[in-house]
């Protein structure tokens, strides 16, 4: 079948070859349809348990799902001890490239596992239990891997803060979360810079703070204020600390860790994820996805371990593995462009797992930077993070799989877990823009306001889109929001209460071969390369600005970045005309109080907003001005006329 825009084959079948040697096969859809909870079963039982499972799914208190409920391991134990147990402690697990250039090592598992030991040790030197939370907030070195599987090893909830986060953001995560211990680095690398972080914990925890202890990893040198008694050297503590640490099993439904996400309030979200159910399918998705080789793959996955990218497809799905992966501290950019095909050609690598957002950035620096490496050991490339365009995903295809690899486009949430939506390579054809179909124990729909199945059809038009829902539990799903179970209900589950399915906050429609195309959020959530914001959290960063009184804000598409954060605002009286400082101050103000990735790229200084009677701003209004659209229905706003004074002022 050929696209009729642009003849360019429309579906992706793999090669003979690749289908020959693929860990997935067609049969897995087949067994897992007939019986899906054996199929986890059988997931679950590629883990070591201590103590074994006889309960697969338990959900009678549903939407609070138990999965493997009497069964106990240890997720340290499956992502390193295993390993070592079974022979293969001289297997690469990281080849680390620091952000400076010739900053490099490999850990082997054996070395990854007296490291985990030795930290597990010194964290219950500093008094952490199991069931107490850690703060990691660390840049991309392999101290924040063995940071985190240490806490996992001892039960410990770690809560890893992306190191971009500015102290206040920290310090919101650190008192939801009310944790014990922060983990850090004296400084980071920004662009062969080395820049303060500790200093944005030392602001985070100085005042009213649950906070004992903060570790500090030395990693630039430059110099770090210290508060002697609650500061602790890294290489003080953990690189004196005994080497032997025997894992406690833990129950599966023992929670594993919180990740902050954006919802739609100002207020971040702790997503709670446990133990087995998580690592099943973490482990699982990666094995069949990635197509994953132990023995002879160089896989690297490019997402920050802040995200949940970042702890599902660069620890616990590799790791659980036995996988060899590249962990790189930098951005693609430093030094230079060529820096992300340098990387692939030294350690040859034959899985790359990135966002679109960066296949577009590549394509804008052009083909001729990829085009002077040699990535012929490439094998399969894979994206996640935002709807990929089919132009992007055919030049990636061509310029780094050499029009060959298979593509798998990822659909899932930092609240699935792991991936949910995804060809099998060598399997399923793949499509570019398309996510195709859910994985083997997956169950997907796309569905009208009343839950009705919406195909493409004479009766829905072809290109008809409903709500992207999850009909049936999966094992790494959330088990909540973190001391908030109201919350967790309203969000996920209240839109089809009735049937009891999760809607993801996700548009999505099916083609007419039955694949998936997920269309973007449909809630008050911007994705902008890839990141979740809401508009809430940048409002409420805005009229936190003494001069603001009003903020209104909008993700509108934009070519580069998926969506982009246009805010309107009104300021005080005695401010109303703004002027191009006071924008940039406010782009600015966002920067400091949430993230640089949270920077609006436009702010526009408007007299009113456009609200309906109720009070409610109407941000579909401000999103077809944002985007240069005919205004949609304006019949329930307040005051008609407000638009051209908000078109005057743009
Ligand atoms: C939202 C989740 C999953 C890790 C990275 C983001 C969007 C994610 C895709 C994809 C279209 C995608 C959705 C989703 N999204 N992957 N392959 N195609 N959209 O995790 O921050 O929890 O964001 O990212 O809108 O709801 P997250």
């Given at each position: 079948m050929t696209d009729t825009f642009t003849e360019a084959p429309a579906t992706y079948p793999a090669s003979v070859e690749f289908a020959a040697q693929a860990?997935?096969?067609e049969a897995l859809y087949r067994e897992a349809a007939a019986d899906r909870l054996g199929f986890w079963a059988k997931q679950a039982n590629r883990l070591s348990w201590q103590t074994p499972f006889t309960e697969v799914l338990d959900w009678s208190e549903a939407p609070f799902a138990k999965w493997f409920a009497d069964g106990a391991l240890n997720v340290a134990y499956n992502c390193v001890d295993r390993h070592v147990e079974a022979g293969l402690g001289e297997r690469v697990a990281i080849h680390w490239e620091g952000e400076p250039v010739d900053d490099r090592r490999s850990i082997t598992y054996a070395e990854l596992f007296t490291d985990v030991c030795r930290a597990a040790n010194a964290l219950t030197a500093l008094g952490l239990r199991a069931g107490d939370r850690v703060a990691i907030y660390m840049p991309m070195i392999p101290e924040a891997v063995v940071a985190m599987l240490a806490c996992a090893r001892l039960g410990v909830l770690h809560s890893v803060v992306f190191a971009g986060y500015a102290a206040s953001a920290l310090k919101a995560r650190i008192d939801d979360a009310e944790a014990k211990v922060v983990i850090t680095t004296d400084g980071q690398y920004r662009r062969g810079q080395a820049v303060p972080l500790k200093a944005a914990v030392d602001e985070a925890v100085s005042t009213d703070t649950t906070v004992e202890h903060v570790l500090v990893v030395r990693r630039t040198g430059i110099e770090t204020p210290w508060r002697e008694g609650r500061d602790v050297w890294w290489h003080d503590v953990v690189d004196s600390a005994s080497p032997d640490h025997t894992p406690q099993a833990f129950n599966s439904e023992h929670p594993l860790f919180l990740l902050y996400t954006s919802g739609t309030t100002g207020k971040p979200k702790g997503i709670v994820h446990t133990s087995g159910g998580y690592l099943t399918q973490a482990s699982y998705t990666h094995h069949y996805v990635f197509d994953i080789k132990p023995e002879t793959d160089v896989y690297w996955c490019t997402a920050d371990i802040g995200w949940i990218t970042g702890h599902s497809y660069v620890v616990y799905g590799p790791l659980s593995n036995g996988a060899t992966q590249v962990l790189y501290e930098g951005t693609p950019a430093w030094p230079d462009q060529h820096r992300h095909f340098e990387i692939i050609e030294r350690y040859g690598v034959t899985i790359y797992y990135t966002a679109p957002t960066l296949v577009r950035t590549f394509m804008k620096w052009g083909r001729d930077i990829a085009d002077s490496h040699d990535l012929s050991t490439l094998r399969l490339l894979g994206t996640v993070g935002e709807p990929i365009n089919p132009e992007a995903w055919r030049w990636y295809r061509e310029v780094f799989g050499a029009n060959e690899t298979p593509i798998v486009d990822t659909w899932w949430q930092t609240e699935t877990g792991a991936a949910m939506i995804s060809p099998l390579p060598g399997v399923t054809e793949c499509k570019p823009g398309s996510a195709t179909r859910p994985l083997p124990g997956i169950s997907a729909r796309v569905v009208d306001d009343h839950g009705n199945l919406i195909e493409p059809s004479p009766e829905y038009g072809e290109h008809a889109s409903g709500y992207l829902v999850l009909d049936q539990p999966w094992p790494s799903m959330l088990r909540g929001i973190w001391g908030d179970p109201k919350r967790f209900r309203e969000t996920?589950?209240?839109?089809?209460a009735d049937r009891g399915w999760y809607f993801a906050g996700d548009g999505a429609r099916y083609d007419l071969d039955g694949n998936i195309w997920v269309l973007g959020r449909i809630d008050d959530v911007m994705n902008v390369s890839g990141h979740r914001i809401s508009t809430a959290e940048v409002e409420s960063a805005l009229v936190g600005h003494a001069h603001v009184a009003e903020a209104a804000v909008v993700g509108a598409s934009d070519e580069h970045t998926g969506q982009a954060i246009i805010a309107f605002v009104i300021l005080q009286a005695d401010r109303a005309d703004g002027g191009a400082e006071m924008i940039e101050e406010l782009r600015a103000e966002v920067a400091r109080e949430i993230s640089p990735i949270a920077r609006p790229k436009e702010v526009h200084v408007v007299p009113e907003l456009p609200k309906t009677r109720s009070g409610k701003i109407m941000r579909r209004l401000l999103r077809d001005v944002a985007e240069g659209r005919e205004l949609g229905d304006t019949s329930t706003l307040l005051d008609p006329t407000v638009f051209e004074a908000i078109r005057a002022a743009r």
């Amino acid at each position: 079948m050929t696209d009729t825009f642009t003849e360019a084959p429309a579906t992706y079948p793999a090669s003979v070859e690749f289908a020959a040697q693929a860990n997935g096969t067609e049969a897995l859809y087949r067994e897992a349809a007939a019986d899906r909870l054996g199929f986890w079963a059988k997931q679950a039982n590629r883990l070591s348990w201590q103590t074994p499972f006889t309960e697969v799914l338990d959900w009678s208190e549903a939407p609070f799902a138990k999965w493997f409920a009497d069964g106990a391991l240890n997720v340290a134990y499956n992502c390193v001890d295993r390993h070592v147990e079974a022979g293969l402690g001289e297997r690469v697990a990281i080849h680390w490239e620091g952000e400076p250039v010739d900053d490099r090592r490999s850990i082997t598992y054996a070395e990854l596992f007296t490291d985990v030991c030795r930290a597990a040790n010194a964290l219950t030197a500093l008094g952490l239990r199991a069931g107490d939370r850690v703060a990691i907030y660390m840049p991309m070195i392999p101290e924040a891997v063995v940071a985190m599987l240490a806490c996992a090893r001892l039960g410990v909830l770690h809560s890893v803060v992306f190191a971009g986060y500015a102290a206040s953001a920290l310090k919101a995560r650190i008192d939801d979360a009310e944790a014990k211990v922060v983990i850090t680095t004296d400084g980071q690398y920004r662009r062969g810079q080395a820049v303060p972080l500790k200093a944005a914990v030392d602001e985070a925890v100085s005042t009213d703070t649950t906070v004992e202890h903060v570790l500090v990893v030395r990693r630039t040198g430059i110099e770090t204020p210290w508060r002697e008694g609650r500061d602790v050297w890294w290489h003080d503590v953990v690189d004196s600390a005994s080497p032997d640490h025997t894992p406690q099993a833990f129950n599966s439904e023992h929670p594993l860790f919180l990740l902050y996400t954006s919802g739609t309030t100002g207020k971040p979200k702790g997503i709670v994820h446990t133990s087995g159910g998580y690592l099943t399918q973490a482990s699982y998705t990666h094995h069949y996805v990635f197509d994953i080789k132990p023995e002879t793959d160089v896989y690297w996955c490019t997402a920050d371990i802040g995200w949940i990218t970042g702890h599902s497809y660069v620890v616990y799905g590799p790791l659980s593995n036995g996988a060899t992966q590249v962990l790189y501290e930098g951005t693609p950019a430093w030094p230079d462009q060529h820096r992300h095909f340098e990387i692939i050609e030294r350690y040859g690598v034959t899985i790359y797992y990135t966002a679109p957002t960066l296949v577009r950035t590549f394509m804008k620096w052009g083909r001729d930077i990829a085009d002077s490496h040699d990535l012929s050991t490439l094998r399969l490339l894979g994206t996640v993070g935002e709807p990929i365009n089919p132009e992007a995903w055919r030049w990636y295809r061509e310029v780094f799989g050499a029009n060959e690899t298979p593509i798998v486009d990822t659909w899932w949430q930092t609240e699935t877990g792991a991936a949910m939506i995804s060809p099998l390579p060598g399997v399923t054809e793949c499509k570019p823009g398309s996510a195709t179909r859910p994985l083997p124990g997956i169950s997907a729909r796309v569905v009208d306001d009343h839950g009705n199945l919406i195909e493409p059809s004479p009766e829905y038009g072809e290109h008809a889109s409903g709500y992207l829902v999850l009909d049936q539990p999966w094992p790494s799903m959330l088990r909540g929001i973190w001391g908030d179970p109201k919350r967790f209900r309203e969000t996920y589950w209240s839109r089809f209460a009735d049937r009891g399915w999760y809607f993801a906050g996700d548009g999505a429609r099916y083609d007419l071969d039955g694949n998936i195309w997920v269309l973007g959020r449909i809630d008050d959530v911007m994705n902008v390369s890839g990141h979740r914001i809401s508009t809430a959290e940048v409002e409420s960063a805005l009229v936190g600005h003494a001069h603001v009184a009003e903020a209104a804000v909008v993700g509108a598409s934009d070519e580069h970045t998926g969506q982009a954060i246009i805010a309107f605002v009104i300021l005080q009286a005695d401010r109303a005309d703004g002027g191009a400082e006071m924008i940039e101050e406010l782009r600015a103000e966002v920067a400091r109080e949430i993230s640089p990735i949270a920077r609006p790229k436009e702010v526009h200084v408007v007299p009113e907003l456009p609200k309906t009677r109720s009070g409610k701003i109407m941000r579909r209004l401000l999103r077809d001005v944002a985007e240069g659209r005919e205004l949609g229905d304006t019949s329930t706003l307040l005051d008609p006329t407000v638009f051209e004074a908000i078109r005057a002022a743009r």
